[in-house]
C-alpha cells in the first residue's frame, strides 16, 4: 500500500517537473543578482524553459501552464496583467507546431528556433506594450536583452536537459 | 429511421468529444482568458493592483529564499577583499571618525542655534523622518519596467508614495504594498516624475524617468543654464516627498537639455530605507536621535 503511494508520488513529481523547473526559472530571473545593471536585461528563463519542455515533453507542458507563468510573470514584472500570458499562450502554440523542426534536427537547430520564438514574443511585448500605455518604449533594452537570452541559452539549456535525463530516463 | 435512443454510451462518447474539442481548443481558450485579463486590468485597476500585492506577498519569501544564498556569497567575497584592506581601511576610518566627531560638534552648535531661532520666530517645524530598512529581493520589470520588490510591508508600516532612498540618495518612491513585502518604482522609470530643485540656481523642474540610467530634467524656466555636477534634490512640493533629500547631479546632455546621474548606484542595490515623513521624531534615525540627546543634555 505504501509502495503504492510513494510510486504515485514519485510519478506526479516527475510529471510536475516540466512546471515546477518553468516557474523556478521564472523566479530566479527577477532575483537580485549581485551583477550591476543586470535587472534590465536579465534573459528571460521562464521563456527558455517554456521552449524546453514545449518541444521534449508537449504531453506534461499544456498551455494552461504557459498561460499560469505568463500570468505570473505579468505580476512580478509590474507589467499589465494577461500581456505575457497571451504572449507565452501564443508561443507554447507556435513552438508544439514546429516541434519537430525545431527538435528533430541538431542542437543548434533549437537554438535557432529559440531565437527566432524569442525575437517574435519579445518584440510583440514591445509593441504591445507601446499601444497599451499609448507611449514609445525604449527598444534598446529589449534587443539587449534578446542579445543575452540568446548567448546564455545553451547554460539553462543543458541544465534541463541533466533534469530531464534523471527525470525521465527509465521511460 | 429509428431514433437511437440516449444512453450512458452517449453521455461516454460526449464526455470524450467534450474534452477533445476543450483540449483542441484550449489554444484559443487561453487567449480570450488573457485578453479579457488585459481589459480587465484596464477597467478595474484598482482590483488588479491588490490582487497582485496579495501574489507578491506570497512569492516575497521564496523569492528571499532564492536570494539569500546569492546575497551570502556576495558579503562572503566583500568580507573576503575587507580583510586583505584591514590596516588601510583602519587608518582610513580613525582619520573618518575624527573628522565626524568634529562635524558633529559643529552640527549641534548649529541644531542649538537653529532651534533658538525658531523659537524667536515662531517657525513651524516639519516633522522628523523616520527609516524603515528593507532588502531588495527581486529586480523586476525586465527591460520594460524599472522597479525592485523589497521585504517590508503593511505590518512594518510602509505605506504608498513613501520615499526609498540607499545611504546614497533618492532611488524611487513605493508604489505597490502588500503585507510583507512592497514594490519600489524606480527614479529612472518611464513613469517616475519627482519635483526637483536644483542646487545653488534653485530652479525647480520635474525629473522625468526614461527607462535609461540618467533620467531628464523636464519644465526647466527658459533662460535656464545649469553647473554640470550641481546637486539635485526633491523640491518636496506636491507632498509626495519631504524637501532636500538628495537624488543625483546634474548632467548637460546638449542642446540645453539636462539629465542627473544619481547619486545611488541602481544597479547595485542590496538594501533600501523607505522613508516616512510624516511620523514624528525620527525615532529610526540614530543620527537625529544623538543629536536631540546631547542637545538636551546641555
Known amino acids: 500500500m505504501l509502495d503504492v503511494v510513494w510510486q504515485r508520488l514519485d510519478s506526479g513529481a516527475r510529471r510536475s517537473l516540466p512546471f515546477v523547473t518553468t516557474l523556478v526559472f521564472t523566479l530566479l530571473g527577477v532575483v537580485a543578482w549581485p551583477l550591476p545593471h543586470f535587472g534590465p536585461v536579465a534573459p528571460p528563463l521562464g521563456l527558455i524553459a517554456l521552449y524546453y519542455w514545449t518541444i521534449h515533453r508537449p504531453d506534461l507542458f499544456r498551455p494552461g501552464m504557459a498561460f499560469t507563468i505568463g500570468l505570473l510573470s505579468d505580476i512580478i514584472n509590474f507589467l499589465p496583467p494577461g500581456l505575457s500570458a497571451l504572449l507565452f499562450v501564443a508561443a507554447h502554440q507556435l513552438v508544439l507546431r514546429q516541434r519537430r523542426f525545431f527538435a528533430g534536427h541538431s542542437f543548434l537547430m533549437t537554438w535557432f528556433g529559440f531565437v527566432l520564438m524569442m525575437s517574435l514574443v519579445m518584440t510583440l511585448e514591445w509593441l504591445l506594450l507601446c499601444l497599451i500605455r499609448w507611449q514609445g518604449l525604449p527598444f534598446f533594452p529589449v534587443f539587449m536583452q534578446a542579445l543575452l537570452a540568446m548567448v546564455f541559452f545553451p547554460l539553462p539549456c543543458w541544465l534541463l536537459i541533466r533534469l530531464q535525463r534523471m527525470a525521465f530516463s527509465q521511460g | ?298
Open chain 2, 1 to 298: 429511421m429509428p431514433v437511437r435512443p440516449r444512453s450512458s454510451g452517449w453521455v461516454f462518447v460526449n464526455a470524450i468529444s467534450w474534452r477533445m474539442l476543450t483540449h483542441r481548443f484550449s489554444f484559443i481558450l487561453f487567449i480570450m482568458l488573457a485578453c479579457g485579463l488585459l481589459i480587465f486590468g484596464r477597467v478595474q485597476p484598482m482590483l488588479v493592483e491588490g490582487a497582485r500585492a496579495h501574489v507578491i506577498d506570497s512569492l516575497a519569501p521564496i523569492l528571499d529564499a532564492i536570494a539569500r544564498p546569492v546575497t551570502v556569497t556576495e558579503n562572503t567575497i566583500a568580507n573576503f577583499k575587507s580583510y586583505l584592506s584591514l590596516r588601510a581601511e583602519n587608518e582610513k576610518l580613525v582619520a573618518g571618525n575624527m573628522q565626524m566627531k568634529q562635524w558633529q560638534n559643529a552640527v549641534v552648535a548649529l541644531q542649538n542655534e537653529n532651534r533658538e531661532l525658531h523659537t524667536l520666530l515662531n517657525f513651524k517645524t516639519e516633522p522628523g523622518l523616520a527609516y524603515i530598512s528593507a532588502r531588495v529581493v527581486a529586480d523586476t520589470g525586465g527591460p520594460f519596467v524599472r522597479s525592485l520588490i523589497v521585504t517590508a510591508g503593511k505590518v512594518d508600516g510602509v505605506r504608498e508614495g513613501m520615499a526609498a532612498m540607499t545611504g546614497d540618495g533618492l532611488i524611487g518612491r513605493v508604489v505597490e504594498v502588500g503585507d510583507w513585502s512592497s514594490r519600489v518604482l524606480l527614479i529612472t522609470d518611464l513613469n517616475s516624475r519627482i519635483p526637483v530643485t536644483v542646487a545653488g540656481s534653485g530652479d525647480r523642474a520635474i525629473l522625468a524617468g526614461d527607462n535609461s540610467a540618467q533620467p531628464k530634467l523636464l519644465y526647466l524656466p527658459q533662460d535656464a543654464v545649469l553647473t554640470p555636477a550641481a546637486r539635485v534634490t526633491t523640491s518636496g512640493h506636491g507632498g509626495i516627498f519631504p524637501p532636500d533629500l538628495p537624488i543625483g547631479a546634474v548632467t548637460d546632455n546638449g542642446h540645453g537639455s539636462y539629465g542627473i546621474v544619481p547619486l545611488a548606484d541602481l544597479g547595485r542595490i542590496n538594501y533600501v530605507r523607505l522613508v516616512d515623513f510624516n511620523l514624528k521624531g525620527g525615532a529610526f534615525n540614530p543620527l537625529a536621535a544623538k543629536i536631540q540627546a546631547e542637545a538636551k543634555k546641555r
